[in-house]
């Protein structure tokens, strides 16, 4: 992150800080030097809230827990920027968060986010997870986790719950959206158990090469080039690569990726709230063997990079459906390394982007080049359902033209 962009959010987390410090009764001072860091209106929507705290600790009838009481101002002060994907995070949500992009955690093996009407809904399970196998899709509304229902600004502690134990039994009331625009309830119980997520694999496949990438995490690049490169050893005609369910990760992973398939010129521009932009590019190194990318609505974030600039390069046909249309970048790190006092972590929506055709992608996604739409009971996908796999059969034939 550059050195002025820093500078702007320590100065807005410093203001968060300060209102955590001002309701809990232990007085600050609200300058930095000679620079004064709130205005009028800021000190007293700040003093107002001190004042609320007062009428709590005078009137509340059950004891307060001052540690949940200031994480709750935290969220509560991010929460109020509108964006789902910006919030404060405890350290232990922080460090779960963390354990999920190492490729190694618990749970039934989602990937969820907020929508804008405050509902949880399911980006994408992840392949071969309990949830998976449990025929959890994207787009699944989760409405209620042990018979209580979860709105989208409870999302950590439905989160914690869905975590749990190995073997804890989780039950979940699914919404799912029907033909009619109507939803049907279902309800699901899926164990909880270990999942050890190694973000791709590949096969042979009637010739050609297969490779499914579920996430972009720390180690995905590694493992991406390893099996491209083995199936380069095996002769393989053309390469599919299946981006289909995967909610996105490290943008940096992708970039990487981008890096080794494409020619040399720009592969995604981000845009701050300054107008200010950087451009990730490519090398002149690329790879040439043909190619088809599937896509579908659970394909989001990192998976629209990569779509996208291949999109833009005609370097592959675009197969599937529209995908997800998440086309903001967030930093998260611990908040002290924004020079706030706290265990906890800060995650901020601090970037758009864009393809190298200068193309949007927020709230509108990648379109395929092939339209293709696999019937609503189909609940798995991939080499091992191709009978039922439209998407797949499709791409197979456009390789098998080239």
Not at 48 to 74: C, H, P, Q, T, W
Not at 350 to 363: A, G, L, M, S
Request: net charge negative; hydrophobic share 35%; with cysteine.
């Amino acid at each position: 992150m550059k050195k002025g962009l820093k500078w702007v959010l320590a100065t807005i987390l410093v203001i968060a800080l300060m209102l955590g410090s001002f309701i809990m009764g232990n007085r600050m001072a609200i300058s930095s030097g000679d620079k004064v860091i709130l205005n009028r209106n800021d000190y007293e929507v700040f003093a107002k809230a001190e004042e609320m705290k007062s009428v709590i600790d005078r009137y509340f009838l059950f004891d307060v827990d001052k540690k949940e009481l200031k994480n709750g101002v935290y969220k509560g002060l991010f929460k109020g920027l509108d964006d789902p994907y910006s919030e404060y995070l405890t350290k232990e949500e922080f460090d779960s968060f963390m354990e999920s992009t190492s490729g190694e955690y618990k749970g039934i093996g989602i990937f969820i986010t907020v929508t804008e009407d405050n509902l949880i809904k399911v980006v994408s399970p992840i392949k071969d997870s309990p949830a998976f196998k449990a025929g959890i899709k994207p787009d699944d509304i989760i409405y209620s986790v042990n018979g209580e229902v979860y709105p989208g600004d409870r999302l950590n502690e439905a989160t914690a719950i869905m975590k749990g134990k190995v073997g804890d039994k989780v039950k979940l009331v699914i919404k799912r959206k029907k033909s009619d625009d109507n939803y049907e309830n279902i309800d699901m119980e899926i164990t909880v158990d270990n999942i050890n997520l190694v973000t791709v694999d590949s096969k042979v496949l009637e010739g050609l090469g297969y490779i499914h990438i579920s996430q972009f995490g720390e180690k995905t690049f590694d493992e991406f080039k390893e099996n491209y490169e083995g199936l380069k050893k095996k002769d393989v005609k053309g390469i599919i690569l299946d981006l289909r369910n995967n909610p996105g990760g490290l943008k940096d992973t992708c970039v990487k990726i981008a890096d080794y398939l494409l020619p040399e010129g720009p592969i995604v521009k981000t845009v701050d709230k300054n107008k200010k932009e950087e451009v990730d590019m490519s090398d002149a190194k690329e790879e040439n063997l043909p190619m088809v990318v599937l896509i579908n609505g659970g394909s989001a974030s990192a998976s629209e990079i990569l779509a996208g600039a291949i999109k833009d390069y005609e370097k592959a046909t675009i197969v599937g459906t529209n995908s997800f249309g998440k086309g903001i970048v967030q930093t998260i790190a611990p908040a002290k390394n924004f020079g706030v006092d706290d265990d906890g972590a800060i995650k901020l929506t601090i970037q758009e982007y864009f393809t190298p055709k200068d193309k949007k992608i927020h709230k509108i996604g990648v379109k395929p080049d092939v339209q293709v739409e696999l019937s609503e009971d189909i609940i798995n996908f991939g080499p091992e359902f191709l009978d039922t796999d439209s998407q797949l059969k499709e791409a197979i034939k456009i390789l098998e033209k080239k």
